[in-house]
Nanobody, 127 residues
């Protein structure tokens, strides 16, 4: 399995920006689609965004569309989630996760297909 480590979580004020990173290791990294999920207190975990194994296909949930941007570096070993215009509803523990695939594209529809998960990083948006 891939080893995933998230970083970048912090306490920020509404309207500010924050960038999370997810770094992976393992020989299958180049065949892994990466997703970002978040879980707010008392709520179910929800998908936020994903990027395919080559960085050419991206998906965003409606709640973050236009505010968040996912990207993958040239080597494909790091995925970032740039979060802009943050609102209190963005508060939660953010997780990156991966599933192995030989195809392009990504999907958040089936959470169970993500077989590798990071430990999570806390994002708090508050004044």
């Amino acid at each position: 399995q891939l080893q995933l480590v998230e970083s970048g979580g912090a306490l920020v004020q509404p309207g500010m920006s924050l960038t999370l990173s997810c770094k992976g290791s393992g020989f299958t990294w180049g065949y892994a689609a990466i997703g970002w999920f978040r879980q707010a207190p008392g709520k179910e975990r929800e998908g936020v965004s994903c990027v395919d194994r080559v960085g050419g296909s991206k998906f965003y949930e409606d709640s973050v569309k236009g505010r968040f941007a996912i990207s993958r570096d040239v080597a494909g070993n790091t995925v970032w989630l740039q979060m802009n215009s943050l609102i209190p509803e963005d508060t939660g523990v953010y997780y990156c996760a991966a599933y192995h695939t030989s195809y392009h594209g990504c999907s958040l529809a089936n959470t169970n297909r993500f077989t590798s998960w990071g430990q999570g990083t806390q994002v708090t948006v508050s004044s």
